[in-house]
């Protein structure tokens, strides 16, 4: 409450005790003491300590007092008045609670407890008259005078929210009366320079954020909307839970904080709009019955279908609805730190009667209100409400005007009321001999205040921390559904408990009844879920809940739901066609065994073997002209160096081992190059033959074979040199391919430096170029001793085969990659052995009559 305004209400309270005639029905010579009230708002009954219970029961005044009878208040005329009959509950649970001490000869013994019962209207005006007549005892209203020789309240219970609670500790703090708090914790009346009397019943839900959290990932919600209470202590949850979801990946659809500014304008319809707009299923809803009274207003006008609420049993929602809207939160999950049954309670309230308790003034109006009847003592009056039966009890009393389940603040105030005595308990062993000496300690107050925050009461163990409430480790939430029934009967079952603190749920799905909106567990999510196979691969400029799913790259899986990245499979291993588990690779090369690797055996054997044949074929027939017109020892060196080509395609076979993939490559180059510099010289021998023909002619000496076993060796020995340092500076290697084919290793050669191994299949590439200009230079010289054709031919096939070898080389992988240069090699070879062999043979096998000296030097002349 505002001082100034609350220094208005004490002005004006006093203007009006001293002129409106407060006195004037008195005898002005009476002490103050000695004056009545127009009206009496108590009922007490006394002991050695009395505790002054601020209460609220009625929202009204002026609609239960009747200010023309000062002897009892009369019955509204309308039940359908506002008010607040369910917390009635309250008031019984003093009454209980004490009895239950005075009872107890462990507790408090020789000493017993009394309690006055005050009604504060849920107003802050009256709850702090009610206090200045707590204070001055059983007087009027007169600040600084006591009536009460030896005051035996020592501690006050109230009020039930944080709004009363600070009328009150304003008045009380000042002269240092201790102020139990029963209704929900607020983080203002716990600052220690504003309000240091006042102790906090309620618990602190410190760890509420953390239980919200817990069930959230249990159900799988990620994408949850949030409306919080738009004080202080709805801020601080606010926050706590944003970090916490944060923290855990979970995200909020939407944050709305609950005002009184939304009564104004159309900002209630955009406050709707925002909520039911939202595609979350599930709403968290934090605070209090007061501080989200403006919500609970709308829920009565307006039905939130299609969402599921999960809230703190400080919020009960039953105040402002009515039979029908109850129906609307059948399915909800409440969190609840306090128990739902005080023992021996629902016994109690069978003694409960007016005809027992004559005295008790609310337990009267009450009665009337809740059977809309009148009591026999009030027949009198002029009402036209029937008498009430005497076999009436609490058993017959409606749900909507009774809880059979312990509500919030009644186990607040039975909680409290047991600590107070357990404390009072520790002084009188501590502190006092007798109670008369702990009534006279100077400083009661303070001291009562650091028992109650600073030592267990119950064994006397000390606190450190000093806090109101219980310590944030012990807290506890039981979780319970909410269930409306046909004929207007509800109830909350436990279905779980969390330990937020242990990160321990426990919870029984089967045993939840949800929202008729959803036949199973509510699914509250921004994007359905990634499986296995896939990733999530969030959208810009949105929260991490909202995604796309992508399958997994090449090489890569993810073996669980929602994964943020995709896992690299093992080098030995691959993913699964689905992307969602590794597979054992197969270990592969190009064998003899598989089909392709007997092709190609069979191929290289075949040609070894024909070349083979037309080498035995040349030496047989060695003598022959057409032999010899052919330089008979350079085709003996070609076939020699061509079947060692075709053998030396199985050098690429089978499995690779560091030796054969230094010899493979080295032996292919080096026996080609003797091919080619075979044909490179049968060309010049060509060339130089036509040349040498005119008697006496230099060009002759060239034409020996020495020359041309010279230009053989020169250019084998270039070769060499070339391989020698290929090897000698990055030398063909043994590998483990695991990236050419996705399900097998292949074990193959890596040839080590492309430049070298380019250089050696283009030197072999300029030979075979010279060879083919040379040849096809001379290709019109007479028939008889010309070859030209033939070597043109057949250089032409070795040409194109490379040239098609190269950009085929690069573009396979793998197993693929050993079987093109292995049809090259014999492709190539082939080529040459059958355009410069095949007519020779053809001519000596087939046509022997044309292998003569006559029929060469016929075709020979002009």
């Not at 009274?293 to 919020?315: D, H, P, Q, R």
């Not at 001999?433 to 303070?446: G, H, I, Q, R």
Request: charge should be negative; glycine fraction near 4%.
């Amino acid at each position: 409450m505002d001082l100034r305004k609350l220094g208005l209400f004490f002005f004006r309270l006093f203007f009006i005790l001293i002129f409106q005639g407060l006195f004037s029905e008195y005898q002005i010579g009476n002490p103050p003491c000695h004056l009545k009230r127009d009206y009496s708002l108590t009922y007490t009954k006394e002991g050695d300590i009395v505790i002054g219970a601020f209460l609220s029961l009625y929202l009204n005044p002026e609609l239960w007092i009747d200010k023309k009878s000062f002897k009892s208040p009369p019955v509204p005329l309308a039940v359908e008045i506002p008010y607040m009959l369910k917390h009635y509950q309250n008031f019984l649970t003093v009454q209980f609670t004490v009895d239950e001490i005075n009872n107890d000869p462990h507790l408090l013994p020789n000493i017993s407890l009394g309690y006055q019962l005050l009604n504060n209207f849920h107003e802050s005006g009256l709850a702090v008259e009610n206090s200045l007549m707590w204070l001055s005892g059983k007087g009027p209203t007169i600040p600084n005078y006591s009536c009460d020789r030896q005051h035996k309240s020592i501690v006050v219970i109230g009020g039930m929210s944080s709004t009363l609670s600070m009328a009150m500790a304003t008045l009380l703090g000042l002269y240092k009366v201790p102020q139990l708090s029963y209704g929900s914790f607020d983080l203002l009346l716990s600052d220690e320079v504003l309000y240091p009397y006042v102790y906090q019943l309620g618990s602190r839900e410190s760890t509420l954020h953390l239980a919200a959290v817990q069930l959230m990932l249990h159900f799988g919600w990620t994408w949850v909307g949030l409306i919080f209470s738009g004080d202080l202590t709805g801020e601080q949850f606010s926050k706590h839970l944003k970090d916490e979801m944060t923290w855990n990946g979970l995200c909020l659809a939407f944050t709305e904080q609950v005002s009184e500014k939304f009564k104004q304008g159309d900002d209630d319809i955009k406050f709707l709009a925002r909520i039911l707009g939202s595609s979350s299923n599930v709403i968290f809803i934090y605070g209090n019955t007061a501080s989200l009274k403006f919500f609970s207003e709308l829920l009565m006008i307006f039905a939130f279908y299609g969402k599921m609420f999960v809230i703190s049993a400080s919020w009960d929602f039953s105040a402002y609805s009515d039979d029908e809207m109850m129906s609307n939160f059948h399915g909800t999950l409440i969190f609840s730190q306090f128990k739902r049954e005080i023992p021996g309670f629902i016994d109690f309230l069978k003694s409960v009667h007016p005809r027992a308790n004559p005295e008790d003034i609310f337990l009267k109006s009450y009665w009337e209100i809740v059977f809309h009847c009148l009591l026999s003592e009030r027949k009198n009056l002029n009402m036209t409400s029937q008498q009430c039966d005497e076999s009436l009890t609490f058993a017959d009393v409606p749900p909507i005007f009774f809880d059979k389940t312990t509500k919030e603040e009644s186990s607040n105030i039975y909680n409290g009321v047991y600590l107070l005595a357990h404390t009072l308990h520790q002084m009188l062993q501590t502190e006092a001999k007798d109670l008369s000496e702990l009534l006279a300690y100077p400083l009661l107050s303070w001291k009562l205040l650091h028992f109650l925050k600073c030592v267990n009461p119950v064994n006397g163990i000390k606190d450190d921390l000093c806090v109101d409430g219980p310590s944030m480790t012990a807290e506890t939430y039981d979780i319970l559904n909410f269930r409306s029934f046909p004929d207007k009967i509800w109830s909350e079952v436990k279905v779980g408990e969390v330990i937020p603190h242990e990160k321990v749920l426990s919870i029984s799905e089967e045993d939840i009844d949800w929202p008729e909106d959803f036949p199973q567990i509510p699914s509250s999510t921004c994007s359905v879920a990634c499986g296995p196979g896939f990733r999530k691969q969030f959208r810009e400029g949105q929260p991490i809940c909202c995604f796309d799913c992508t399958l997994c790259p090449d090489g890569k899986f993810s073996n669980k739901t929602d994964a943020e990245e995709c896992i690299q499979c093992p080098e030995d291993q691959y993913p699964s066609q689905e992307k969602d588990r590794c597979l054992p690779r197969t270990v592969t090369y190009l064998a003899y065994e598989e089909t392709l690797g007997m092709i190609l055996t069979s191929a290289a054997f075949c040609f070894s073997i024909l070349t083979i044949f037309v080498l035995r074929v040349f030496v047989i027939h060695r003598d022959t002209p057409i032999v010899k017109a052919n330089n008979r020892s350079l085709s003996y060196i070609l076939l020699t160096s061509l079947t060692l080509c075709f053998l030396s395609s199985l050098l690429f076979l089978g499995r690779p081992t560091p030796a054969i993939c230094i010899l493979r490559q080295t032996t292919f180059a080096i026996v080609f190059t003797v091919a080619i510099a075979s044909i490179l010289a049968k060309t010049i021998t060509v060339v130089l033959a036509f040349r040498a023909t005119k008697p006496g002619s230099k060009l002759r000496r060239w034409l020996r074979p020495a020359v041309s076993h010279s230009l053989i060796f020169l250019c084998t020995l270039i070769q060499m040199f070339l391989c020698s340092i290929w090897l000698g500076t990055y030398p063909p290697f043994f590998e483990m391919d695991t990236h050419s084919e996705a399900s097998f290793i292949v074990i193959q050669c890596n040839e080590g430096s492309l430049v070298t191994f380019y250089c050696v299949l283009g030197y072999m590439g300029f030979l075979a170029l010279v060879s083919f200009t040379l040849a096809f230079l001379a290709r019109n010289l007479p028939d008889t001793f010309n070859e030209a054709k033939y070597l043109t031919f057949s250089m032409l096939v070795f040409c194109s085969v490379w040239i098609s070898f190269l950009p085929a080389y690069q573009s396979t992988k793998g197993k693929a990659m050993v079987a093109m240069e292995i049809f090259s090699i014999l492709v190539s070879s082939a080529g040459i052995l059958i355009c410069i062999f095949a007519p020779k043979c053809y001519v000596i096998l087939l046509r022997p009559d044309r292998n003569t000296l006559e029929i060469l030097k016929n075709k020979a002349s002009p």
